[in-house]
Every structure is written in C-alpha cells, then in structure tokens.
C-alpha cells in the first residue's frame, strides 16, 4: 500500500491535463506539419458525414438533407447524415464527439448554437475538413462558413412589412428566442421599424418552432390587439401557425404577414392571399456548396501552395453567403411549378 | 356436484397441497378449516382457474374438466368471492359488478338503465338496498365493500359460489346478513364453499366442514361437530382457554384527560404499568381514530396526556415512538408491513434513527426475534408478502418488539389470523405484561376482550361510555354499552 | 439459490446484456469501436446523465419523480454563466450561486409536494416550465467565453478521460456506499414500499421527501454546471428531454415507477446502456428516421427478456 500511494500520486499528477487556455495556440495532432488531412485519390469508400440536430425536420429533410444525398450519388462517395431527432444541442455535440474518432473524409456541421463551438474546435484539430452551415458558430475554427445573413432576411421583412400596411400600424413578430441567427433577424427587423414612428412594435414571442404554439400567440395577439397591422414570422413554423389564426379570426388579408421559408404549405398560403411575402434561403446552396469544398479541401483540387495543408492555407472560401428568395404573389407560380 | 382427485401444488418448491381429494355436494354448506397457509386459498384459486394444479383432476357432476382460467370457471358456474378484495375503488357498484358481462342494447352499447335495474335487484336481495347502483365503491365502508363482493359474484348465477372469509371485516349483524343470504341460496340449489375463521360462524351455517393441515386433508366431519374437535383437527392441539392472571401494577403508564378529536370526544381514562386495558366499542366507534391520536398520527384538539407522570404531547409518530409508545395497526397490508421487503427489513423499518444501516447487525437481530417470537419463514430473507397472514402480523409485532416499548397499543391484533398463531400472539401480549408494560387493546372480538383484559373500555359514538373490571365485564354488558342501549 | 438470487438482480442481468452487446458490438466494428478514444467519449456522453440519474434513482426508490430536473440542467449553466460573463463573478461563487438556486428548486418542489400535498407529477412539470423560463431568461441566446478556471473543471483529463468521467464515478461511488449503508438514505426503501407503514414506524416522511427532492435537483444543478463548463457554453436549451431520459434509464436499471426498489449502480448501468445504444446507432450510421424505432425496441426488447427472465426464476 505504500508503494502503491506515491505511483498513484504521480500518476494522478502526471496523468492530468488541462484544458488549452484561450490564447494557447492547440498543438496539431496529426503528424507536425500537415494541419488538416488531405487524400491523393477519391474512394467510393471516403465519407461525409452531415450532423444536424432534429434530422427529421421537413425543412432540413427537403433541402439541406436532399440536395446532399444527391451530391453523394453524383459524386460516388459515401454520405452518411447524423443527429438527434429532437432539437437538442448538447445531443448534437456529442454525435460530433463520437463521429471525430473515425476520422471522416468531411464534416458538415449545422450551426444550430453557438455552444458547439467546442466540439467543432475539437474536429478541426483532428484534422478533419469541417464546414459549418445555416448560422455561424464564432470561435469553432471551423474552416468555412456558408449561409444566409440572417440580419438581412430580418431587414428584408421589416421593408416590406412597413410598405404594405402604409408604415403605420401595430406590429409584433415570432421565432424561437435565444437562437442567435433569429436574434440577428429580430433584430434586422426592428432596426427598419425603427425608422417608421408611426409603427408601434409590440415585442417578439417565442412559438418554439411549433406550428400550435404560434397559432396560439396569434389569437392571443388579435384578442388583445384588434387593430394589429401586421405579423412577422422568423422560423419554418411561424407563418403557417399565424396563418392559421388569422384565418380563423376572419381577418385573412387584412392582417399583413411576412415570414421566412418557402416550404409548400408557405407558398399555398401566398397564393391563397393569407401570407403576402416570403424571404426564403437558399438551403441546398449550404449543403451542396459545403460538401463540394469538403472534398476539394481533401482532394486539394485548386491548390494555393504546393502543399496547402503545410502551409497551413484553406484552399476553400472562408464565408459564403447565399443570399435570399424573395417570394410574393407576383411570382409565387414559378415555385409553386417547380415542386 | 364437484369432487376433487388428489390435487397437488408446490410454489417453488414449497408443497401447497398434496393429494387433496375432496366432494363438494349440491346444496350444501360446506365449510372448509385450516390455519393460515394449510392451503385453502390455494385450492379455491384451483377451483376457480386462477392457478393451475401441478397434479390431480376436478371432476363437475362426475365429468373431468380442465378450469384454464376464471373465464372458465365462470361459464361452468363457479364463482367466487375473494379474500383479497377484487374492486376497483374508483369505479360505481355497478360498473363493479358487471365488469365483462354488462347488459348491452341494439346499438352494442353498454345499457346503462338496464345495468342499474339489475343492480338494485342484486343489492335488494342482499338486504342493501340502501345502496345505489351509481355510487362510488371507494367511498363505502368495508363491510359495504364485502357486500358488493357477494353481489359482483352472484350476478353471474353461480351453481357453486365460493366464500373466502365474507365475513374478515364486517361485524357480527352484518355477518347475519352473509348467513341468510347464504340460507336462500341453498334453498335454491347453489352450493357453496365456505372459508372462515370464526368458529362460531360455521357452527351456524355449515352442513360438513372439512379440514386441512399443512396442504394435507384431514378429513370431513358433520357441521353440528363441537368446535374443539375441529380446531383439534386443524392444529392438532387444544385451544388454550386457560384463565390469564393479571400483572396489572399501580403505577400509572398513560393517564388521558378529556381529549378530542376528530372521531372522538371528552375521553379520560389511565392505564397501569403491567396492564392490558380493552377497547370494545362498533366499527366507527372511534376507538381507531383515538389510538392514532395518542400515537402522534393526527392531531387531538383539546386535553392533555401524561406518559408516565410527565406532560406528553406528540406531533408525528416518532415523537410517540421515541416516548416508547408503538401502534399495530388494524390493516397490517397498507399500514403495517413493507410486503415486498423482507422479514428482516420489515423488522428493522422502526428503528432507522440515524448512522449506518449495518446489515449483519439487522439480520442478526431479526433472526432473533424471528426465534422469539416463532416466526415461521426459512429465512429474515424472505419476502413478507409470502408469508401467511398470521406470520405476517408477528412481523409487524416483531418490528415493535424490536424497539422494546413501554406501551402497546395493538389494534386488531388477530384479525384474519388462524387459531395457533392467535394463541401465540396472546402469550406475546401477556409476556410484555409480565415485564410490567402496557398493552392498549382494541378488538372486535369480544372473547379475546374478555380473555386477555384486566379492564375493558367500551366506546360508543366517538365517547368513552363505561369501564369495566374484567370482574363484572360480560359479553352482554358489553354489546349494551357499544350499542349505545345503556 | 445464490445464483438464482443473483440472476434475479437486475444489475446483474443488465450487467450481462451490456456485455453482450459490446462483444457484439466489438465483432462488428472492430476498427471503430473497442477503442479508448470511443470508450471515453461514451464515459463523457453518458457522465451528465448518470449524475442526474443518481438523485431520480433515489427519488424513484421513494415512489416519486422530478421532471423538473433537466431544466435545472440548463438553469444552474444558465445562471453561472450569467454570473460570470456579465458580473465578472469568481467562478467559485458563481457555482455556489448556481447550486444554491438549484437546491432552492427542489426544495419548493419537495415541500409544496410533501406538505401542500400537490401531486408530484403537476408539481415537477410546472416546475420544469418555470425553471426552463429562467433558464431561457438567464443564458439567452446562449453565453460563452467563460473564464479559464470554470472551463478547468469541465475539460481538464485525468488518464485519458475528461474530468466529468471522474466526478460521475465519484458521485455513483459516494452515492451508492452512502444509500447501500445510511440510515438515512435507506429510509426511502421504507418510503417507496409503504408509505404509510413508513410514517407509522416513525419515518419523517415528509421531511426525507424534501431532503429527496433537494438531493436531485442540487445532482442536477452540479450535472448543468459540468455540462456548461465542458461544452464552454450555458445553453438555455441543454437538458431538453433529459427527465424522460433518465427516468427511463433508471427504470431500466432496476427502479420501478411504485417505488421501494433500486440501486445507484443500477442507475448508471441503464445510463450505460443507453449510451451505448446511442454509439451504436452513430457508429452504424443508423439515419435519425430509424433512431427512436430502435431505441424503443431495445429498450422493450431488453425489459421483456427480463421479465421472461424471472417469470422463468419463479417457476
């Protein structure tokens, strides 16, 4: 027992390692010098692996999901997509975490919270190619951004939203509150109301991505407000849910909805005259655009250097910003065709 | 009608019954004894298809048949009312009777008229009447209970109606009831198997009475057969009716002035060191409600008590057990025992104050008590819920003695509980008596007041009518105070 | 009979299956699986939910629940997080902070349970909406950038595994002795058996139903505060899902919603199995539309085999 005490000490001493400190720069784990890890030939067997959280989500399963299983079939390498079925962030991270030990060919992470800033630093230093998409994760490391600019789809709203109730009125909006890529929408949205001081901002309300949820705070918004102008809707849910109170309240048309997406039952509701505008993101960019520089990164297909991953250059672009849909009755036909 | 050939059954290895041959006649009463685990609860549940026997067949009206399941019994006119009580308390009476068969009208919809009508024709010929059909059965009595047990089985027209202990938890007038309707029946041709414990009861009502040792048959006799022949048979010893001397001392133990409460009023008495006071007195008669009151469970509104000479005045039960007062209660299922933890468990659940629970320790103490006290388990391991009823109220003894208090106040101690282990628990009683404790005893049973008592108290409507010295106590006098006549 | 008795044990039984499935497990993934690198990440992923699952096995063996308890999760992140990051408070006191808030918790669930006598069922879900509002109000759209010592507690390795492996090992073995070998804490099998036999043997039932809930929420504070400081961020969404869980975790290491039974290494061994599902289903790229339908299969599949299991034993 006394010879055991000190080894243990020491082990304990020895055996415990800190965290890095913000500043420390993470020494590489791969070999030295190559700082992420690249292939010469392209294998049918290499796999990119997509991690989301809520994978069931029709909207991600209808873009983000499909436009890169296609990539996948096209390209002839694997693709695998991961990720819990609820919306839950810490369950996202550890799938990250238990994803990183087998050393995928690519990773493409959705942003979902700023909190998996850690996990994606950890994949990075593992050397894997990671890409993260729909909304930034600051501090991750990651090594591409791609998305839509969320502080602008918020502005896009509050113009038209200030147009077509004649810049006056009561207006209120709904979304998931605390995400941040909302919280930039929000805030997009109130900073044009600003410029209006005939338009009274009543708050923002959180329907937690849920379609009942929203019709709920709807009704309770018309109750409360009956000369509401108009309602603005920050997630896939929001306007279907608005939409359906304000049918009900009979006031369809009159109370002017502008919300996000263009989901089937988005561009229905356009043309019925319920929702006047849509600012929808281009979805499929994210993961087509991201999959197709996870595998030039690997592939070094436009090299910068003769060895980038030495060099320590990402041979791919740092951000991508999509850009946006813009969807009202004038043209919702050409969407409705398309689906 | 029904004859039984050498049925056998072991539970994990435990023999239940061996060979019973058995021939229950049309028509008749046949009583069925045996202590607490002679296997008569097990053989209703063979004849009845609950469990299946290992050997041995059932022969209805000299054909064999196979009883799989209740729903079997049922179609050939076995029903059976059971000890364990089959109601659910949230439903009405007779939703409770008519749980699969309920009359249904053109549209195959419950008919719910119907089902009334049928109802409280059942109950008026269980002389209830005042019953109705909508009533929610967890808000009656026990003894209401029992009886829509008797109706949920005659509804469906038994030919052999099958009785385990009607008459546990309904008093004696109730009883009277059970034994008429038990009368009608046979004139009409049912026959009926009948599972008590009163003697006195089957003295009454039984045409034969058979009996059962240790899953052995023991033979069948004539109803008109003297009680002590029977019992002889069933424990193989005789009833010991010998005169207990009184230990009573004259130090006072507990002295009671005028408390109230809810279920009692104005009540002062005292007991003496060495002494078992009675407590007689009806159903409702608030005797449990005061006993928990003076165990700290509920609250007593106005008076005081004195344990010994000192100023007592408990909040909750650990008050009252740390003054050395213990309580058995009357429902030693829902109150007293922890039925799927052990023997030794159980026996310990009153001493957990405070340290380390030390199990050698606890096993070591239970399996003296379990000694003591003449527990009959192979091990302090076993689960209480295997044990019979009269080795499970030793356990809830066992649990007190184990605290060695002062004052015992036991509430029904022999409820449901077979002849030798009733005698056991008397010599336990009389024991702490010698060691000059007190033991507060309520009953409903008037021989064992009477037996065991240096005074009986009798309590009628919530007050304490009169005291008496076990000297001038008699059976009579006291029936005329509980009924509130004197 | 020893061994029948120990097969009748649900720790052992699921001891066997948890072995059987790494073996298996271990054949099909040869390269992925049996690896040290997996094995720590499982000891990570599953060392949040076993500390919380510790204090809903003691609860569940006193016959109640908390639901409450994963937003607790995200409330005891939440306000340390916003101590620090907006106050500039030492991070010691802002874990106390957060650990007092969270003992507060479940001290007003056990006393509005235990004395008002609110269904525990109502009471822990309101409470679960409450606090998750708190949570929600506290870390917004999310905090980060903690100071250096807080992120210390969560991801500093001892022997290859990160520091919440060891604080979970050390909670189960603390836990485990102290409910195996306390009077204190065996009172709750009384509880969970009988209640109102337990209050007549002079139990405080009450005030152990209290203490109870205070145990689990405070498990709870210190399981959110390890989640924050090793992610480096208070999600207000973390511990969303959570109670059901660990509710069925602990179910499937040996408690019963009736209460009276249960062991603490029961609870880590259903937190175990669970996690290890989870690896599976990611190691095999199984897609999120097939993940619930396996995980309820496993779990009917592993709960009927141990019930066939003892109905066998009973024979």
């Known amino acids: ?339 | 009608m029904l004859r039984l050939q050498n049925i056998s059954k072991s539970f994990s290895g435990v023999k239940a019954l061996q060979n019973v041959s058995l021939l229950f006649k049309s028509g008749e009463v046949h009583a069925l004894c045996g202590e607490n685990g002679a296997g008569k609860t097990t053989l209703m549940n063979i004849i009845s298809g609950n469990i299946a026997a290992d050997q041995g067949q059932l022969f209805w009206n000299e054909k064999e048949v196979k009883i799989g399941s209740v729903l079997e019994s049922q179609s050939i006119g076995i029903s059976i009312v059971h000890q364990e009580k089959s109601l659910v308390d949230s439903l009405s009476i007779s939703e409770n009777i008519y749980p699969v068969n309920q009359p249904i009208n053109r549209a195959g919809l419950i008919d719910h008229y119907a089902l009334s009508c049928k109802t409280k024709k059942l109950l008026a010929e269980l002389q209830v009447g005042n019953l109705s059909p909508s009533m929610i059965v967890g808000r009656l009595s026990s003894p209401q209970k029992s009886m829509v047990e008797i109706a949920k089985a005659l509804a469906k027209n038994p030919k052999l109606l099958i009785l385990d202990e009607p008459t546990a938890s309904i008093t004696h007038s109730e009883a009277e009831v059970v034994f008429t309707i038990i009368r009608k029946l046979k004139e009409k041709g049912v026959s009926i198997i009948y599972i008590s414990h009163r003697m006195s009861e089957i003295q009454q009502i039984a045409d034969t009475v058979s009996v059962l040792k240790d899953g052995k048959y023991q033979g069948t006799v004539a109803g008109k057969t003297p009680v002590s022949d029977i019992v002889r048979m069933m424990v193989g010893r005789e009833l010991l009716s010998a005169v207990y001397h009184s230990d009573a001392g004259k130090p006072i133990r507990l002295k009671i002035e005028n408390i109230s409460g809810k279920g009692f009023n104005d009540i002062s008495f005292s007991l003496y060191k060495g002494e078992i006071l009675g407590f007689a007195g009806l159903l409702g008669s608030g005797r449990t409600e005061m006993a928990r009151a003076i165990f700290g469970d509920t609250k007593i509104n106005n008076g005081t008590m004195f344990l010994n000479g000192k100023k007592y005045n408990p909040h909750h039960p650990f008050n009252a057990i740390d003054a050395g007062i213990a309580y058995l209660p009357d429902d030693r299922k829902t109150e007293g025992l922890f039925l799927e933890k052990s023997v030794a468990e159980n026996i310990i659940s009153t001493g957990l104050k405070h340290g380390f629970y030390k199990e050698k320790q606890i096993f070591n103490k239970a399996e003296n008590l379990k000694e003591q006290l003449r527990i009959r388990t192979p091990t302090v391991k076993q689960l209480v819920r295997k044990l019979s009823g009269g080795n499970q109220q030793k356990v809830v003894l066992a649990k007190w003695m184990a605290l060695k208090p002062e004052l015992l106040i036991v509430n029904e101690p022999t409820l449901g509980v077979d002849v030798g282990a009733k005698i056991e628990i008397y010599k336990i009683l009389k024991n702490l008596t010698a060691q000059m404790k007190s033991v507060l005893l309520i009953s409903s049973e008037l021989t064992e007041l009477l037996l065991l008592s240096d005074r009986i108290a009798v309590m009628y409507n919530g007050r304490l009518k009169m005291i008496l010295d076990k000297s001038e106590a008699t059976e009579e006098k006291i029936a005329a105070f509980a009924l509130g006549i004197n | 009979m020893e061994i029948k008795e120990r097969l009748r044990d649900r720790i052992f039984s699921l001891g066997a299956s948890i072995i059987l499935l790494c073996i298996i497990m271990a054949l099909v993934y040869p390269n992925k699986f049996p690896t040290l690198e997996n094995f720590s990440q499982i000891m990570l992923n599953l060392s949040i939910d076993t500390i919380v699952a510790v204090g809903m096995m003691i609860l569940m063996i006193g016959g109640m629940f908390d639901l409450s308890v994963g937003s607790i999760v995200a409330f005891a992140g939440g306000m340390a997080g916003y101590l620090m990051y907006y106050y500039d408070v030492n991070f010691i006191i802002a874990i106390i902070a957060a650990l007092t808030g969270s003992t507060m918790i479940g001290f007003i669930n056990g006393w509005l349970i235990a004395k008002i006598g609110i269904n525990p069922m109502i009471q822990t879900l309101a409470m679960m909406g409450i606090v998750r509002g708190f949570a929600l109000m506290l870390s917004g759209a999310g905090i980060q950038n903690f100071p250096y010592d807080f992120i210390y507690i969560g991801q500093s390795k001892l022997a290859g595994l990160q520091a919440p492996v060891w604080y979970m090992l050390a909670i189960v073995f603390v836990f485990g002795f102290l409910v195996n070998n306390t009077v204190f804490f065996r009172r709750y099998y009384f509880i969970g058996g009988n209640e109102k036999a337990a209050r007549l043997s002079g139990i405080n039932v009450k005030k152990m139903k209290i203490w109870g809930f205070v145990i689990s929420a405070l498990l709870a504070g210190i399981a959110g505060l390890l989640l924050s400081s090793r992610l480096g961020a208070a999600l207000s969404t973390s511990g969303q899902g959570l109670e059901l869980r660990v509710i069925t975790a602990v179910i499937l290491g040996g408690a019963s919603l009736a209460g009276g039974v249960g062991k603490i290494w029961g609870a880590f061994l259903g937190v175990l199995f669970m996690a290890l599902i989870n690896n599976l289903l990611i190691i095999s790229r199984v897609s999120g539309y097939w993940q619930e339908v396996i995980l309820g299969a496993i779990l009917i599949i592993a709960v009927g085999i141990d019930q066939l299991l003892l109905k066998r034993l009973d024979k």
Request: glycine letters at 8%; hydrophobic letters at 40%.
């Open chain 1, 1 to 339: 027992m006394k010879k055991i005490l000190p080894l243990l000490v020491y082990l304990v001493i020895n055996g415990c390692q800190t965290p890095p400190r913000p500043n420390e720069k993470t020494k590489a784990s791969l070999n030295e010098t190559e700082k992420f890890i690249t292939s010469d030939e392209a294998s049918p067997n290499e796999e990119y692996v997509m991690i989301t959280t809520a994978v069931n989500l029709p909207l991600y399963v209808n873009h983000d999901e499909k436009a890169f299983k296609e990539w996948g079939e096209k390209k002839g390498v694997r693709t695998s997509i991961l990720g819990p079925s609820e919306w839950d962030v810490p369950a996202q991270a550890s799938t990250i975490e238990q994803v990183i030990p087998g050393k995928p060919a690519g990773l493409l992470i959705n942003g979902t919270d700023p909190g998996i800033a850690q996990v994606i630093r950890k994949a990075v230093d593992a050397g894997i190619p990671t890409i993260v998409y729909d909304s930034e994760i600051p501090n991750s490391g990651r090594h591409c951004f791609i998305g839509s600019d969320w502080y602008e789809m918020g502005k896009l709203q509050g113009d038209r939203m200030a147009k077509i109730i004649n810049e006056h009125g009561k207006v209120a909006c709904l979304g998931i509150l605390g995400m941040e890529n909302m919280e930039a929408g929000f805030k997009g949205f109130q900073d044009v109301l600003k410029r209006f001081p005939k338009i009274e901002f009543l708050g923002k309300y959180d329907d937690k991505a849920n379609v009942e949820t929203a019709a709920h705070i709807t009704a309770d918004l018309l109750a409360a407000n009956p000369d509401l102008a108009g309602i603005a809707g920050f997630d896939s849910n929001s306007g279907p849910g608005i939409a359906i109170s304000v049918k009900e309240s009979g006031k369809a048309g009159k109370i002017k909805i502008t919300t996000v997406d263009a989901e089937p039952e988005h561009l229905a509701l356009v043309k019925e005259g319920v929702i006047d505008y849509l600012v929808g993101q281009k979805r499929e960019l994210f993961t087509w655009l991201g999959a197709q520089f996870l595998y030039d990164m690997r592939h070094k297909t436009l090299p910068l250097s003769a060895n980038d991953a030495k060099a320590g250059v990402i041979p791919i672009p740092n951000t991508v910003i999509t850009g946006t849909i813009e969807i009202d009755k004038s043209n919702v036909d050409e969407f409705i065709r398309k689906k």
